[in-house]
């Protein structure tokens, strides 16, 4: 599928039909049997094995890859190579999404007056951007969320949880990193013009904010989980505290049990009438006791 651009992306069936710059694009088997007929078009084959944001220039040309994560964590990233020469822009997409994303461009009805790859990429980066400052506002949302579970009682699950939403952070965080360095080597090429680097200018600005929105998040991630890591060791020490006062207070009626257990032969409260009651204010005294020097110590 080819789009021209000075026409601002109008559909056409194929390259020869146009004498004007043109967006390409192919699945991997097109690209494997189109790029073959130009031998420089093999360099991008290189960026198939890839799975990051990279831009590499060349005089006169351009090639790299985009690996935008969905917003699903447990789907994989969608992945497109393109490569760029004499106007024309090509692009390998393999999970057959390019075309959507292009007729979302196509829908913002954006017009200029000398459209060129230039304006593309900035209108790339517009659709592919546009609904991630939301997504970013709803994780913060559910780390909040996650926040007052973790003050109270955290449910089961809640440390897989908290692993899954910082692998989901850190995803967005390396991949507004890269669009970031794409940004900035796409400022420093020869092949736009001053006007179109402008508008890069304010892309870039805009992935940077998204990048320190997402730090932000990190960082947010980790404070909720050392309020987690905080209440655990609470309830630890409360839970200990417990055993502990438990502990204390039966001890010295172990020592009772043991003592009166030994049964030796000459014990006179074994064939004493009363020993058996003897024994059991014995401790009840001594548990008394014990509860009464916690309280006014403020053990418990």
Not at 98 to 111: F, V
Not at 228 to 237: E, I
Request: net charge positive; aromatic share 16%; glycine share 4%.
């Amino acid at each position: 599928m080819f789009y021209a651009i000075k026409n601002h992306l109008r559909p056409c069936k194929s390259l020869e039909e146009q004498d004007i710059p043109v967006v390409g694009v192919f699945t991997p088997e097109e690209w494997t049997s189109f790029s073959s007929r130009i031998e420089p078009l093999n360099r991008a084959r290189e960026h198939l094995k890839k799975r990051f944001c990279k831009l590499e220039y060349y005089p006169g040309y351009l090639y790299g890859s985009f690996s935008i994560p969905r917003k699903n964590p447990r789907e994989g990233n969608c992945f497109f190579s393109f490569y760029s020469m004499e106007g024309n822009l090509y692009f390998i997409d393999e999970h057959r999404q390019l075309n959507t994303l292009i007729e979302k461009i196509r829908e913002r009805g954006l017009t200029a007056s000398h459209y060129d790859i230039g304006y593309f990429f900035c209108d790339f980066f517009e659709v592919i951007l546009k609904d991630d400052l939301l997504y970013l506002e709803k994780l913060e949302e559910r780390l909040a969320k996650m926040e007052d579970s973790a003050l109270k009682d955290a449910p089961d699950g809640f440390a897989q949880q908290m692993i899954l939403m910082k692998k989901t952070i850190l995803r967005f965080y390396h991949y507004y990193s890269e669009l970031l360095d794409m940004g900035q080597e796409l400022m420093e090429t020869d092949l736009f013009s001053s006007h179109t680097k402008a508008l890069f200018k304010l892309q870039i600005s805009r992935i940077s904010r998204l990048q320190n929105e997402t730090q932000m998040l990190r960082e947010y991630a980790v404070q909720i989980r050392e309020v987690y890591q905080s209440q655990l060791d609470l309830r630890q020490n409360k839970i200990m505290k417990v055993l502990t006062v438990v502990t204390t207070i039966f001890f010295p009626l172990s020592v009772i049990a043991g003592w009166y257990g030994m049964n030796f032969q000459f014990m006179p409260e074994l064939s004493w009438k009363y020993g058996y009651l003897f024994v059991s204010l014995l401790s009840g005294a001594v548990l008394a006791l014990g509860i009464w020097i916690i309280k006014k110590k403020k053990f418990w």
